[in-house]
């Protein structure tokens, strides 16, 4: 009887032991919900930026406190092919964040005798949770070298989920 109950005593407590285990990965991850956004229509010529800016707000829109999403900005060509996308950045609740891709490190072919890109931009977020949440963003053609701001072109609030 005492072997039976040694190795009970031990099962016993192996499985609390995994219980606890599984309680401390569960609270480490973050499960995210990958949502597209708005997409946008640009064309850039040489010595031209696109600079993307995203607003993360303190707080949802039911009036709680948000948490960090995250962003990763795709660029596609005229004929819906991708051509490069962004470093997946992280939005910290009150903070903004902005991604710039220069017509020349795009290495697709421009029109001739214009030297303009017509491109699409697609916005891909990731939020932790299912909340109703107002991103605001734009989207700027900016000079290359100067960065000084020559059209801001779009302003859009994306509405999540």
């Not at 569960?26 to 930026?49: C, F, I, K, N």
């Not at 596609?76 to 220069?102: C, K, M, N």
Request: aromatic share 10%.
């Amino acid at each position: 009887m005492r072997i039976n109950n040694s190795i009970l005593r031990k099962a016993v407590w192996g499985l609390i032991a995994f219980c606890f285990f599984q309680l401390a990965v569960r609270a480490q991850t973050r499960e995210e919900t990958p949502l597209s956004g708005q997409t946008a229509l640009v064309g850039l010529v040489r010595g031209e930026m696109i600079r993307f800016t995203a607003f993360n707000p303190l707080e949802t829109d039911d009036g709680r406190p948000n948490g960090p999403i995250t962003l990763r900005l795709q660029i596609y060509d005229a004929h819906g092919a991708l051509i490069t996308h962004s470093p997946q950045l992280t939005i910290p609740p009150g903070e903004f964040r902005w991604v710039d891709f220069d017509h020349d490190e795009l290495g697709t072919p421009s029109e001739p005798d214009t030297s303009r890109n017509q491109v699409r931009t697609m916005p891909l977020w990731g939020l932790s949770r299912s909340r109703p949440l107002h991103i605001p963003t734009t989207l700027e053609l900016l000079d290359s070298t100067t960065h000084a701001s020559t059209f801001k072109f779009f302003f859009n609030v994306e509405a999540l989920p």
